[in-house]
């Protein structure tokens, strides 16, 4: 079983449309991320949520806006898109207790073209 | 083969020899690091991490370095595989939330 699995892998979209990514995690974590990686590999992250509450905000249009309806879940949905949103997005999930501080375990990403 | 100074975005190594990927930290307050391997087509795969009360630690084929002092972190694989062949990141941990990754070095192996 996939620990962190996010859909789709692909989106190819036209400019303006409005998209959704889904992650879900079967780890038991309680914390979930989303990162965005451009096409120099250069990996940023953009939020995160622990306990379905958000912590980490970077300086992102407010055009995305992420949702986690449960601590297994975080969707990021992204309005009006725009050329350059196409990028790889990771979603992510750790455990803040424990030995084990923030190693964070990554989905496979999902490609984002934007035409 | 070696990733020397700063960081080198690329690192071409025998099969076979030891390679060494170099990595600059910037927050001197971190107090956790941890390498990623992401291979084409993948998200990361953790390697391995290190705490700031060490300076080195080791898995299998792999060992981390750490000098506070510098502010550097490295990343030695022994007897490199053609599996080896990935980007590979080092992250430093700001808070207990947040991790910061550096640019990326991309390891190809030569047969």
């Known amino acids: 079983d996939t620990a962190v699995s996010q859909t789709p892998k692909y989106l190819v979209t036209q400019m303006g449309n409005d998209k959704s990514i889904k992650c879900e995690q079967n780890?038991?974590?309680?914390?979930m991320y989303w990162y965005k990686q451009d096409s120099k590999k250069f990996l940023k992250i953009m939020f995160s949520?622990?306990?379905?509450?958000?912590?980490i905000n970077e300086t992102v249009p407010n055009r995305f806006s992420p949702k986690s309806p449960d601590k297994a879940h975080l969707n990021l949905h992204i309005n009006s898109l725009e050329l350059g949103d196409s990028a790889v997005y990771f979603c992510?999930?750790?455990?803040?207790?424990?030995?084990?501080?923030?190693?964070?375990?990554f989905g496979a990403g999902t490609r984002l073209s934007v035409l | 083969g070696e990733s020397v100074g700063l960081h080198l975005p690329t690192l071409s190594v025998q099969e076979g020899d030891n390679s060494i990927i170099n990595c600059a930290y910037s927050?001197?307050?971190?107090?956790?690091f941890i390498w990623y391997k992401q291979e084409s087509g993948k998200g990361p795969q953790f390697i391995i991490d290190?705490?700031?009360?060490?300076d080195k630690r080791q898995g299998q084929r792999v060992t981390v370095l750490l000098n506070k002092t510098v502010k550097h972190l490295s990343l030695q694989i022994a007897a490199t595989q053609p599996g080896d062949s990935a980007v590979y990141f080092c992250?430093?941990?700001?808070?207990?939330?947040?991790?910061?990754f550096g640019a990326g070095t991309t390891v190809t192996v030569r047969a």
């Open positions: 992510a999930s750790s455990h803040q207790y424990g030995n084990s501080k923030n190693i964070q375990y």
């Open positions: 780890l038991g974590h309680d914390t």
């Open positions: 949520y622990n306990n379905k509450e958000l912590i």
């Open positions: 927050n001197s307050a971190s107090d956790y």
């Open positions: 290190i705490r700031s009360n060490m």
């Open positions: 992250a430093e941990n700001d808070n207990d939330y947040k991790l910061s």
